[in-house]
């Protein structure tokens, strides 16, 4: 590990480095103070003023343009789902109790639970009382979140990435 970082075994040196440069820091920052506006000191506490926001760069614009142009066209779900169906990936889901998890439209309750978990939503603007596959009884009852453990996404998504890594990288 140490090797691959590019470090010597004996700390000592790389850690005098460190202190070295955070000293430096340090006398840099005590420095700039007296003539910095935006700092002062009351009742012996470092006041800060609030940062405003940093001014968009000239470029940013057309990158905005540029990344959004590279994004699906697509509906992500629905993007999900078909993975899901060429893939077969939902099939690597199962109870937590490792009883047979199929059920009417499983795979979209599952999709859901893989989205709605890693982008920090909840089950709240994805439960739907109308859509039973998308009923908060359902994602939550009997442990059917439980199914999106470290084991079963890393079954479901081998097929995934052993596409990707077939392919060759451009350029």
Partial sequence: MLTALGLETEPAGHLAELASALHGAYHQVVAGLPTNSAVSVKDGKLQLDRLGPAPEPNLMPAFRQLANSMLPKGDF????LEVAELTGMTTAFTHISGADAHMDDFEVS???LLLAEPCKVGLTPVAKPNVPALTRARMVADG???LCR???CTRATAP???GCARRAPPG
Avoid: D, N
């Fill in 150 to 152: 470290c084991r079963p």
């Fill in 160 to 162: 995934c990435t052993s």
């Fill in 144 to 146: 059917f979140a439980s």
């Fill in 110 to 112: 599952v999709c859901v």
């Fill in 77 to 80: 779900p629905e993007l999900l």
